[in-house]
C-alpha cells in the first residue's frame, strides 16, 4: 500500500522526482517531475510507446517489464480517486484541471510523442512560465505505472564485479535492444501541427532560413523545421537565458556562448537534393535518454534457483546476463546525434 505521506500531495509538483516504490512481486511510479502538465506527457509518450512496441511487435518488448496497469491518481475535494488510463483519448479529470494536448497531434494518444515534444519546446522558448505553466488547481494529479518487478540486480550492483566476458555480452546487448529501439516507426508531425506551432510562438518570418526548406514544397519533415525554428528562437537571446539559469558559468564565455553555435542550424540536417526535391539525410528515431547503470537489469545466469553454482576449489562462481532495460519515463523522438 502507498501512504500519503510518501508520495507529492502538494499542487505544487515541480521540484520533485518520479517516485519509485518496489513491492515483492510489483513496482509502482508515480510521476511528479516538472509539474503536473509535464508528468500526464511524461505518462502519455511511454504507453504511447509501449503500444508502438506491441503493434510492430519488436523483440525490445521481450526485455521491458511488463506493465500491468496505469492511469491517475488524484486528490480531490480531500479525497484520493484512482483514474484507469492507457494513454488514449483525454480523462475527465485532466479536462477538469484544464491541462490541454498541443494542437494538430493526432487524436488517438493526445499526449504522446508529438505533443510532448511541442510542449517541451514552448517550455523551452518562455522560461519565465517555470516549470509547469498550467493553471492553478484544485486537484492534485499523480499520474501512475505499476510494472511487473524483474529479477535480479541492476548494473551499479554489479559493474565493479562483473567478468569481463559479461561486459562484452553487456555491450552486445545495449547494441541490439538501441537498434530495435531506432528501428520502431513513430508518429510523424502534420503541416497542421507546424502551422498551429508558428501561429502559437508568434513567427513572423522563416528567420532568415532557406524559405525553400520552411515551404512545403520541399520533401523535409514536418518535425525538423519546427526543430530548426525552435533553435534559431533560442539562440536570438542565448547569453540572457544562460545568465538566468546558470550562476556558476563565467561572465565571459556567457557573452561568447553565441559564437559557439552554428550560423546556420540547417548545416545540422545533412541536406542534400534528390529529383530536385530537398531531402534530409537524418531520420528521426526513439530515444531512451536515460540509460544509466541503474536502468539496466542483470539476472544471474549461473545460479539455480538464485543459488550460485559450486566450483572445483570450493568457491562459487557467478555468471550475469543483461535481461531488461528500465525507465521509458523521458523518452522523446529526435536524432541520436543532434541534441534536441
Not at 499542487?11 to 509539474?35: H, N, P, R, W
Not at 509535464?38 to 511511454?46: A, N
Not at 498551429?196 to 514536418?222: H, K, L, W
Request: aromatic letters at 10%; a negative charge; hydrophobic letters at 35%.
Amino acid at each position: 500500500m502507498l501512504s500519503a505521506e510518501n508520495v507529492c500531495i502538494s499542487t505544487d509538483c515541480s521540484s520533485f522526482l518520479q517516485q519509485v516504490y518496489v513491492m515483492d512481486e510489483y513496482v509502482v511510479k508515480i510521476f511528479a517531475e516538472g509539474g503536473p502538465q509535464s508528468s500526464i506527457f511524461d505518462l502519455g509518450t511511454e504507453l504511447e510507446f509501449y503500444s508502438t512496441l506491441s503493434e510492430v511487435n519488436s523483440p525490445l518488448k521481450n526485455h521491458i517489464p511488463n506493465v500491468l496497469a496505469s492511469g491517475i491518481l488524484h486528490l480531490e475535494n480531500g479525497s484520493y480517486n484512482i483514474d484507469s488510463w492507457d494513454g488514449k483519448k483525454v480523462p475527465d479529470v485532466i479536462r477538469k484541471c484544464n491541462l490541454i494536448p498541443e494542437k494538430g497531434t493526432g487524436d488517438v494518444f493526445p499526449f504522446g510523442v508529438q505533443s510532448k515534444i511541442l510542449f517541451t519546446y514552448r517550455k523551452d522558448l518562455s522560461p519565465e512560465n517555470g516549470p509547469d505553466d498550467s493553471d492553478e488547481s484544485t486537484i492534485v494529479l499523480l499520474p501512475y505505472l505499476i510494472t511487473k518487478r524483474c529479477k535480479g540486480k541492476i548494473f551499479t550492483e554489479l559493474r565493479d564485479v562483473l567478468p569481463w566476458e559479461d561486459v562484452l555480452n553487456l555491450a552486445s546487448f545495449l547494441g541490439e535492444q538501441l537498434r530495435s529501439l531506432h528501428m520502431l516507426p513513430y508518429p510523424s508531425f502534420s503541416n497542421s501541427a507546424l502551422s498551429d506551432f508558428e501561429q502559437n510562438r508568434g513567427f513572423s518570418s522563416a528567420n532568415g532560413m532557406d524559405m525553400e526548406f520552411v515551404s512545403n514544397e520541399s520533401d523535409i519533415p514536418v518535425e525538423w523545421k519546427i526543430f530548426v525554428r525552435t533553435l534559431m528562437e533560442k539562440k536570438k537571446n542565448v547569453s540572457g537565458r544562460l545568465s538566468k539559469r546558470s550562476g556558476s558559468i563565467p561572465k565571459t564565455l556567457i557573452e561568447k556562448a553565441e559564437a559557439y553555435l552554428p550560423d546556420d542550424f540547417l548545416k545540422l540536417l545533412s541536406i542534400y537534393e534528390e529529383n530536385g526535391m530537398k531531402k534530409v539525410g537524418k531520420p528521426w528515431s526513439w530515444i531512451h535518454r536515460d540509460i544509466m547503470d541503474d536502468n539496466i537489469y542483470m539476472e544471474c545466469k549461473s545460479c539455480s534457483h538464485g543459488i550460485p553454482a559450486p566450483t572445483s576449489n570450493g568457491g562459487v562462481a557467478k555468471s550475469w546476463r543483461p535481461t531488461y532495460i528500465l525507465d521509458f519515463s523521458n523518452l522523446a523522438v529526435g536524432q541520436s546525434t543532434v541534441l534536441i
